[in-house]
């Protein structure tokens, strides 16, 4: 059974930055894409990063330039690293991988 657990999730001024966990079990973390999505409050999902198996990564116009994504395949873990918030980076972060999905854990930028 899949079970991915994010974490880091919190309150930051806008401008800060913050760094989102993810740990992955029940997979072969380290031959499968990572994928972190977001859902801000009223709106609907939304792809925010992939990282592959070898460590490419790929960002949405949204984030590109501020955010970036990494792994650690001994930790069965998926980090990203978020700069340059801004108050529509609040959301819901979730951590998927295949059609597996993580419970999510929220980031609010305030002004």
Known sequence: ??????????????????????????????????????????????????IGSGG????????????TASKDNAKNTVYLQMNSLKLEDTSVYYCGVLENWGKGTLVTVSS
């Open 1 to 50: 059974q899949v079970q991915l657990v994010e974490s880091g999730g919190g309150l930051v001024q806008a401008g800060g930055s913050l760094t989102l966990s993810c740990t992955a079990s029940g997979i072969l973390f380290s031959q499968n894409p990572m994928k972190w999505q977001r859902q801000a409050p009223g709106k609907q999902r939304e792809w925010v990063a992939t």
């Open 56 to 67: 490419i990564t790929k960002f949405a116009d949204a984030v590109k330039g501020r955010f």
